[in-house]
């Protein structure tokens, strides 16, 4: 798929649903996002993030009447570390939140709906499942916000997610990026639940189309229903890029600010020691009872005025996390650099046995075997990371190849992965 302007729009292809099982009406709903896209290179070579983008929103939009009048919609999010993987340069998380946005502007501000997340509060922690409205405690609006400042964080309990929606809804709407990651089958536990509810449906939107994946025999053992993009017939009108969900800042009236005076200005960069540019990353602030106050994504500067007093800033950038408390003085600025320490230079170029530019999917563990990042549908890539040792999984279609490497500050470290023309 290629495109240089939405006036070729009706050449796109949609993203579509497989119907696996009997057809049922949707009683009650559940969400939830699951991983890479290794599929897609042989399929979609030229994907575009705001193409991306559309073809989540059209598939959540697609589902039929999600949450009708008496209807209860349970929205699982995953919020595992692997949701700051990129495609075309836009985080994962990021599309998840666009395409939320669009969903839940749809509803009724009377609609049922749930939100649970996952992975989103403790790092590598299992039983990080939580519920954070159920049915009918908040507006869609208020939803919006809530999954707005979700962070990305840790593990993909998938099973156990399913198991908590099942038990607020008879139907679930899972949207994930990627695989159980905490010792569990998601597809033995959908069967059971299944066995004992024959009204549970469970709709999947995932990011892979393997024939063996966990998403699609979630989806079947179900009876649901199962969307990737694939090669159907094209969306007539594109949706432009979605806006920027606005964060609302809450100020508590007990945190120690003094609302009554001019506010501070807080300025927050990260970057590395050795290097003075500024990298993007997440910021999330909070006050001195740890409540969450705002957050801002995949930003290379922040500036934002807040009520003097003390706060608590963590900023995310890939799997590094650093905390600072500081403490705004009314009407002055106070800028802070979170310094990750000397970092190096990697370039990496995937070709054919031609020596031609293909598109691969790059993965990037650290030395102790933990996903640090992702990088997707790129021939060519160039990444600034802290200095030490990476197992890097680079992807083409069903080929895969594994390459380690040594980040310095002395020299660019590159490597070119070389794929097999495909069948």
């Given at each position: 798929m290629?495109c240089?302007?939405?006036e070729?729009?009706?050449n796109?292809?949609?993203?579509s649903?497989?119907t696996?099982?009997?057809?049922?009406?949707?009683?009650?709903?559940?969400l939830t996002?699951?991983?890479?896209?290794?599929?897609?290179?042989?399929?979609?070579p030229?994907?575009?993030?705001?193409?991306l983008?559309t073809?989540?929103?059209?598939?959540?939009l697609?589902?039929?009447?999600l949450?009708a009048?008496?209807?209860?919609?349970?929205i699982?999010l995953d919020?595992s570390?692997?949701?700051?993987?990129?495609?075309?340069?836009k985080h994962?998380?990021?599309?998840?939140?666009s395409?939320?946005?669009t969903?839940?502007?749809?509803?009724?501000?009377?609609?049922s709906?749930?939100?649970?997340a996952?992975?989103?509060?403790?790092?590598?922690?299992?039983h990080?499942?939580?519920?954070?409205?159920?049915?009918?405690e908040?507006t869609?609006?208020?939803?919006?916000?809530?999954a707005?400042?979700?962070?990305p964080l840790?593990r993909?309990?998938?099973?156990?997610?399913?198991q908590?929606?099942?038990?607020?809804?008879?139907t679930?709407?899972l949207?994930s990026?990627?695989?159980?990651?905490?010792?569990?089958d998601p597809?033995?536990?959908?069967?059971?639940l299944?066995?004992?509810?024959?009204?549970l449906?469970?709709?999947?939107?995932?990011f892979?189309?393997?024939?063996?994946s966990?998403?699609?025999?979630i989806a079947t053992?179900?009876g649901g229903?199962?969307?990737?993009a694939?090669?159907t017939p094209?969306v007539?009108?594109?949706?432009?890029?979605?806006?920027?969900?606005?964060?609302t800042?809450?100020t508590?009236?007990d945190n120690?600010?003094?609302?009554?005076s001019?506010?501070?200005t807080?300025?927050?960069?990260?970057?590395a020691s050795?290097?003075?540019?500024?990298?993007?990353a997440?910021?999330?602030?909070?006050?001195?009872?740890?409540r969450?106050?705002t957050?801002?994504?995949?930003?290379?500067?922040?500036?934002?005025?807040?009520p003097a007093?003390?706060y608590r800033?963590?900023?995310l950038?890939g799997?590094?996390k650093?905390?600072?408390?500081?403490?705004?003085?009314s009407g002055k600025?106070t800028?802070?650099?979170f310094?990750?320490?000397?970092?190096g230079k990697?370039s990496l170029q995937?070709?054919?046995?031609q020596?031609?530019?293909?598109d691969?999917?790059?993965?990037?563990?650290?030395?102790?075997?933990?996903?640090?990042?992702?990088?997707l549908?790129?021939?060519?890539?160039k990444?600034?990371?802290?200095?030490?040792?990476?197992?890097?999984?680079?992807s083409?279609g069903?080929q895969?190849?594994?390459?380690?490497?040594?980040?310095?500050?002395?020299?660019?470290?590159?490597?070119?992965?070389t794929f097999?023309a495909?069948h």
């Amino acid at each position: 798929m290629s495109c240089d302007s939405y006036e070729c729009a009706g050449n796109m292809q949609a993203v579509s649903f497989q119907t696996v099982g009997k057809s049922h009406p949707f009683q009650r709903t559940v969400l939830t996002f699951t991983k890479p896209l290794s599929h897609w290179t042989r399929t979609f070579p030229d994907i575009m993030k705001k193409y991306l983008t559309t073809l989540l929103i059209t598939s959540l939009l697609a589902f039929p009447t999600l949450a009708a009048a008496n209807d209860n919609l349970i929205i699982v999010l995953d919020a595992s570390n692997s949701m700051w993987g990129k495609i075309n340069d836009k985080h994962k998380i990021e599309l998840a939140r666009s395409s939320l946005a669009t969903l839940l502007d749809k509803q009724p501000e009377n609609a049922s709906i749930g939100l649970i997340a996952y992975g989103n509060q403790r790092k590598s922690d299992c039983h990080d499942i939580n519920v954070l409205a159920k049915p009918g405690e908040n507006t869609p609006s208020d939803l919006l916000k809530q999954a707005t400042d979700i962070m990305p964080l840790g593990r993909s309990p998938i099973s156990a997610a399913i198991q908590q929606a099942a038990s607020m809804g008879n139907t679930i709407l899972l949207i994930s990026d990627g695989q159980e990651s905490c010792d569990a089958d998601p597809c033995a536990t959908v069967k059971e639940l299944k066995a004992k509810n024959s009204a549970l449906r469970i709709q999947v939107l995932g990011f892979r189309d393997d024939q063996d994946s966990q998403l699609k025999c979630i989806a079947t053992n179900s009876g649901g229903s199962f969307a990737i993009a694939s090669d159907t017939p094209a969306v007539t009108n594109l949706l432009n890029s979605l806006p920027a969900q606005e964060v609302t800042a809450n100020t508590p009236a007990d945190n120690k600010t003094n609302t009554a005076s001019a506010p501070a200005t807080l300025q927050l960069t990260v970057g590395a020691s050795n290097d003075p540019e500024n990298l993007p990353a997440s910021f999330l602030l909070y006050d001195t009872e740890d409540r969450h106050i705002t957050n801002f994504t995949a930003q290379t500067q922040v500036s934002h005025s807040i009520p003097a007093g003390t706060y608590r800033v963590d900023a995310l950038w890939g799997e590094i996390k650093h905390t600072q408390t500081l403490t705004l003085t009314s009407g002055k600025t106070t800028s802070y650099r979170f310094d990750l320490g000397p970092m190096g230079k990697l370039s990496l170029q995937a070709q054919d046995a031609q020596q031609k530019p293909v598109d691969a999917n790059f993965t990037f563990y650290s030395a102790n075997g933990n996903y640090f990042s992702d990088r997707l549908l790129k021939s060519q890539i160039k990444e600034k990371l802290p200095i030490g040792s990476y197992r890097i999984k680079a992807s083409v279609g069903e080929q895969s190849q594994e390459a380690t490497v040594e980040i310095t500050t002395t020299a660019e470290t590159s490597h070119t992965f070389t794929f097999k023309a495909a069948h």
